[in-house]
């Protein structure tokens, strides 16, 4: 069974698709991290400015030239202390119990998602090494965690049109196979509880990571049987050398910049 780089492979439904997202963040968390910022600038402001000790006023005035005068300045000046001290105090709360707490815990599971993402491809890696060379170091396993590498390492011949990648599906056995799928399906469990247990916060991101455990879910009944191994072969060229058709290879890891996204 001939299922190479160089043919027309897809696999399981899922394309990668190098999505121009930019930033990774989605546009109303930074329209809140913008709105806290300028209600912290406000509410200094309110509290210089409402200060008993007129030092700021009397500055704004001297800068400005805006010295309005009140009959009730004294209340109109407490009334802007206590808005502008109440108001970092709930901000400095908020960001000690909620937003740091947050972003701890994001920090966490990206952490967790990205070494079982490298524990997949590794995993993966060792069992395509043994299908196709018999034998493999842990140095070369970890040389071909890099897209490029991994590409030109079992990338089809222009002359002889054979590929280490063939070897790997011709020699395919049933032990392999199921390690391949136990590998997808605990790095499946491990995306899974990120969907569940996160707010992730950049809609390719999201997206992404369901288009990619849909296209392992269905990758699961995969068997011996040359349509199924084709369409696995594609899935599989396409996470480790970032394969699509509409972009051709990136030159980055798009699932580790989705990652970083969350």
């Known amino acids: 069974m001939h299922a190479g780089p160089g043919d027309p492979v897809v696999g399981t439904g899922w394309s990668y698709r190098q999505e121009r997202f930019g930033s990774f963040m989605l546009k109303r ?16 402001m309110f509290m210089l400015l409402g200060h008993e000790d007129p030092f700021a006023r009397d500055a704004l005035c001297g800068l400005t030239g805006f ?20 108001s970092l105090v709930s901000l400095v709360f908020y960001g000690l119990l909620i937003r740091m707490p947050e972003g701890q815990k994001r920090r966490g599971i990206k952490r967790s998602l990205e ?18 060379d018999g034998s ?46 136990t590998a997808m399906e605990v790095f499946r469990d491990e995306i899974s509880f990120v969907l ?18 849909s296209a392992i ?24 050398t970032g394969w699509d058709w509409a972009t051709g290879y990136p030159k980055k890891d ?5 990652v970083q996204a969350i």
């Not at 930074?30 to 709105?35: F, N």
């Not at 490298?118 to 196709?132: C, E, P, Q, V, Y």
């Not at 590498?149 to 199921?178: E, G, I, Q």
């Open 136 to 181: 493999y170091s842990p140095d070369q396993v970890d040389k071909l965690l890099d897209q490029a590498v991994f590409r030109d390492y079992f990338k089809r011949d222009p002359l002889t049109r054979l590929s280490k990648w063939d070897d790997v599906l011709n020699n395919m056995t049933a032990d392999n196979l199921r390690e391949l799928l």
């Open 217 to 240: 879910y269905f990758a699961k009944d995969a068997h011996l049987g040359y349509d199924s191994i084709k369409s696995l072969a594609g899935f599989y060229w396409a996470i480790f």
């Open 196 to 213: 569940s247990n996160t707010d992730i916060r950049s809609d390719d991101a999201f997206a992404f990571f369901k288009r990619l455990s």
């Open 254 to 258: 798009i699932v580790k910049e989705m």
């Open 115 to 132: 070494l079982h993402y490298r524990m997949f491809k590794k995993d993966s890696i060792a069992i395509f090494l043994g299908a196709a």
């Open 67 to 86: 010295c309005p005068p009140s009959n009730h300045a004294a209340f109109w000046n407490k009334l802007a202390y206590d808005i502008g001290t109440g």
């Open 29 to 44: 968390v930074r329209r809140l991290d913008g709105v806290l910022v300028a209600l912290f600038i406000v509410s200094a």
